[in-house]
């Protein structure tokens, strides 16, 4: 479905452009949430606390949230699940200068649409399939 693939893009655009309210409007007011760590995080606020708090600690941090491989199912006319394959560029100075992190991560959730027609995502999890480093053709000017 367009509509899940769209959400889950201005999901990622949220997430790079480092937009926590953003980010937390994506969500349902019960939405369940594991991504980025173990923890379950319940409802858009713990969400948006989470984002803040790992923007704040790392401001140098630059990513790019790739989805690809999207598969969804209908169940009924006001909800969607979906699986779906995340590749994560990530500039992580504090972890090396010299290389940025590529993350795969296979991710699953239902998305619902709201009373004024809009999806939203009603939950996610996360998994890390897996992880590499790949050197910079040359540095990256600071943010």
Not at 50 to 79: C, D, I, K, P, V
Not at 92 to 110: D, L, Y
Request: glycine share 4%; aromatic share 8%.
């Amino acid at each position: 479905m367009d509509a899940i693939a769209q959400l889950l893009a201005r999901l990622a655009e949220a997430i790079d452009r480092r937009q926590p309210e953003q980010i937390a409007n994506k969500f349902t007011a019960d939405a369940q949430f594991r991504g980025g760590s173990p923890d379950l995080l319940v409802g858009p606020d713990a969400i948006r606390a989470m984002y803040e708090q790992r923007f704040s600690a790392n401001s140098q941090r630059r990513t790019r949230h790739l989805w690809s491989n999207l598969r969804t199912e209908l169940r009924g006319e006001q909800e969607v699940a979906y699986r779906v394959t995340l590749s994560v560029y990530a500039f992580e100075p504090q972890r090396s200068a010299t290389t940025i992190q590529m993350r795969v991560i296979e991710a699953e959730g239902i998305c619902v649409r709201g009373e004024d027609g809009q999806w939203l995502l009603k939950t996610q999890f996360s998994e890390p399939f897996f992880e590499v480093q790949m050197p910079l053709a040359s540095p990256l000017p600071a943010a």
